[in-house]
């Protein structure tokens, strides 16, 4: 039973946008409303990396190759969390794994990932 569902993934032409979504459907609100909730991405070959995190009251923190053009934001009732990413490029490609964690780095849950294929 996963505690993160993400869906949205697919196949974009560079420069296009998408939108992730992610939900927690066996969390309790008040559990789910506590947790720092992210986006992390992981290329063919390289290391999982940060997208964005949002804080229950909705601070965020952009990784550097998001800033400007991703969009983190959360629906605390639907326990869901989004990832509007726009102009896109090929090096956005990379399975993206929503997450749930302590806002210090520790992620105690992970999505089993969406994969997002960006093509110029």
């Known amino acids: 039973q996963r505690q993160l569902v993400e869906s949205g993934g697919g196949s974009v032409q560079a420069g296009g946008s998408l939108r992730l979504s992610c939900k927690s459907p066996?969390?309790?609100?008040?559990?789910?409303?506590?947790?720092?909730m992210g986006w992390y991405r992981q290329a063919p070959g390289q290391q999982r990396e940060l997208v964005a995190v949002i804080a229950n009251g909705g601070n965020t923190i952009y990784g550097d190759s998001a800033k400007g053009r991703f969009t983190i934001s959360r629906e605390n009732a639907k326990k869901m969390v989004y990832l509007q990413m726009n102009n896109l490029k090929d090096e956005d490609t990379g399975t993206y794994y929503c997450s749930m964690g302590d806002g210090t780095g520790k992620v105690d849950y992970w999505g089993e990932g969406t994969l997002v294929t960006v093509s110029s």
């Open positions: 066996r969390m309790i609100t008040s559990v789910f409303n506590s947790y720092y």
